[in-house]
């Protein structure tokens, strides 16, 4: 039921600490100064995923639809011999992510492979959101719920292809490689 009436999503990395505070941030709730923070580049710890997020529009920095996002994809694949990914449609655009054997740490080793990943989709000009690409803090939707930005039509979320785990040391290998 959840599926139905609430957006899901998945966290790339875990969490260091159920939450910190933040002195600076304003409480919604009391308008006062000082909140608790969850998913924040400082509160995490692990990720086992590298990842894209490609939008679909018709402006600038977008594809003009999913076909053309895949067909980007898959050239940008060819290109950098990166493994397959998991791709799903988002509902609108699409999430795209390569899991990983192991978890590596979120802002020392993880942002090394991110930043590789990041480089090589402007080199070969993938039309990716690059901040999403590095950011420790994203979360992306689960297959199998709905994209429920627009309430009164509501999108599904579905996984298009699966794959595999990588090796951390394979993957590095072949960021390498392409780079």
Known sequence: ?????????????????????NA??????????????????RNMLLGRALFFDIDVGDKDGKYPSQAAALTGLKAFVQATGVPKPFVSSSGGGLHVFWPLESAVTSNEDWLGYANKLKRL???????????????????????GTFNLKDREHPRPVQLLTSSNPTGNQEMMRLLDEAL
């Open 1 to 21: 039921k959840i599926k139905h009436e609430t957006d899901v999503y998945f966290c790339i990395h875990s969490l260091a600490e159920p939450r910190v505070w």
């Open 24 to 41: 600076t941030k304003t409480d919604w709730k009391t308008g006062e100064p000082g909140a608790y923070e969850i998913r924040t580049q």
């Open 121 to 143: 989709a402007l080199h070969y000009n993938l039309l990716v959101d690059p901040s999403r690409t590095t950011d420790t803090a994203s979360v992306l939707r689960v297959p």
